[in-house]
């Protein structure tokens, strides 16, 4: 059975950190591409950030350049995002994705004073 699980999300300062995680199982995962996207309320799902299968080539949304920081463990299936400097527009319910079409249920980040 395929399955995403994503943690770490909550509620955090403006220019405050959070690291969320993405435990895979059920489909080789170091052969597979990983990213994460979000969606904030009203708005459509958006690209976050890709990681490809060993980790050596990243991509991020411009609005989040500088700030996250994807990374991978294939030892323990995992994909993590690290963000920094956080701002009240990163709000929104953020999803891992597997390039083979899978995706989690989310984890809800809020960005507020």
């Known amino acids: 059975q395929v399955q995403l699980v994503e943690s770490g999300g909550g509620l955090v300062q403006p220019g405050g950190s959070l690291r969320l995680s993405c435990a895979a199982s059920g489909f080789a995962f170091s052969s597979s591409g990983m990213s994460w996207y979000r969606q904030a309320p009203g708005k459509e799902r958006e690209l976050v950030a890709v990681?490809?299968?060993?980790?050596?080539?990243?991509y991020y949304a411009d609005s989040v350049k500088g700030r996250f920081t994807i990374s991978r463990d294939n030892a323990k299936n995992t994909m993590y995002l690290q963000m920094n400097s956080l701002k009240p527009e990163d709000t929104a319910v953020y999803y891992c994705?597997?390039?083979?079409?899978?995706w989690g249920q989310g984890t809800q980040v809020t960005v507020s004073s």
């Open positions: 990681i490809n299968t060993f980790g050596h080539s990243t």
């Open positions: 994705n597997a390039d083979r079409g899978y």
